[in-house]
């Protein structure tokens, strides 16, 4: 398959239920054989970020008064830990490779335009960080970012949004390294907050569109099983 062709809609998906299956099955061949995170999460970006916006605009060409639902964002946070870390001594390491006060989320690969680098995964303070934080890992689908409490705007345009975790097994796709740290007796600042049971949040999948009520629940569950394949076809 030429990898671009992945993003290609085929005549016959009309309804959003075979847009998600169809999705999820090019998601899955395109991320078979490979397991590194950055690269499959730059493809996923890539494909759910082309893919939505192609079947917005089918739908509005076959649905008379049917406005296209605008993806303008579509990417990952992930928690700091999963990123590589600086060797440099300390007096010259950068503010942003200094020991964090709370869990954090960094920027990872996405589509669209620049965005906020880092977000405190603490409920609270915004969609992402509440997606991030709030237990038992759920979806925040938001019909109106201005009325969300703490919503970060990295991008004016953005007038709804969905966030997923990405929820993982400690015990299957998470390194050895990490397994220790979430089962120390005192678990790190970094990783705190993450869930005490097998399933650990690990980053969410962020969706930003350009009209309110962009996302409904059947994205929200399309969304979830596309996040459960991404987050289990990657080691972390």
């Not at 893919?51 to 296209?68: D, E, I, P, T, V």
């Not at 019909?143 to 970060?152: A, E, V």
């Amino acid at each position: 398959m030429v990898h671009a062709d992945a993003a290609t809609i085929p005549d016959g998906v009309k309804s959003k239920a075979e847009f998600y299956d169809h999705l999820h099955a090019q998601l899955s061949s395109l991320l078979d054989g490979q397991r590194n995170w950055v690269t499959n999460l730059s493809n996923a970006s890539s494909i759910i970020y082309a893919s939505l916006n192609r079947f917005q605009q089918r739908l509005a060409k076959s649905q008379q008064g049917y406005q296209a639902k605008t993806v303008n964002w579509a990417g990952f946070y992930l928690l700091s830990p999963l990123f590589p870390t600086s060797d440099a001594p300390a007096s010259s390491v950068s503010s942003t490779t200094k020991p964090l006060l709370r869990p954090t989320l960094w920027l990872g690969p996405f589509c669209g335009l620049p965005a906020c680098q880092k977000i405190n995964s603490v409920p609270g303070r915004g969609v992402c960080a509440d997606a991030s934080a709030l237990l038992p890992p759920r979806a925040v689908r938001v019909d109106r970012t201005d009325d969300y409490p703490g919503h970060i705007a990295c991008d004016s345009a953005s007038q709804s949004e969905i966030v997923i975790p990405l929820v993982i097994s400690r015990s299957s796709h998470l390194s050895r390294q990490h397994v220790d740290a979430l089962s120390s007796v005192e678990v790190p600042i970094e990783w705190q907050g993450r869930g005490n049971d097998d399933e650990v949040i690990i980053g969410v999948l962020d969706i930003d569109c350009e009209q309110v009520e962009g996302f409904d629940k059947d994205d929200e569950d399309g969304l979830t099983r596309i996040t459960k394949l991404i987050a289990t076809s990657c080691d972390w």
